[in-house]
């Protein structure tokens, strides 16, 4: 849960969201945004309208109801945390960047 901040749409993320997807669970988002986007992009768990405590309450009440989709939200989950967040290939394309940037540039001649 977040305040409907704008600057908070495409230059945050919650603490834990890393964590829930890596854990295998869905989440529940408050915002819209980018986190909101990969959320129904992979369908790895809920997005709810700001200042809307109502359609907070009605999502939880879905998933409890029906725990079949909350499975396939847990597994759809997982797949982005290792698809898209894996620590160890976010370091390696980090690695790899660095090495490629501290590269000394030719200089041609001519």
Avoid at 7 to 32: C, Q, W
Avoid at 35 to 53: H, Q
Avoid at 60 to 68: I, M, Q, S, V
Wanted: glycine residues 4%.
């Amino acid at each position: 849960i977040l305040a409907n901040v704008p600057a908070f749409y495409y230059g945050t993320s919650p603490n834990k969201f890393f964590d829930y997807l890596a854990a295998s669970l869905p989440v529940l988002n408050n915002y819209p945004g980018w986190l909101a986007d990969l959320i129904r992009e992979y369908e790895c768990g809920y997005v709810v309208e700001p200042n809307k405590p109502e359609m907070f309450a009605q999502a939880l009440e879905n998933a409890a109801d029906h725990p079949e989709r909350l499975e396939q939200m847990r597994e759809q989950a997982l797949m982005l945390a290792r698809s898209k967040f894996d620590r160890r290939e976010l370091a390696s394309r980090f690695v790899a960047w660095l090495e490629h940037t501290a590269k000394p540039k030719k200089v041609s001649e001519g």
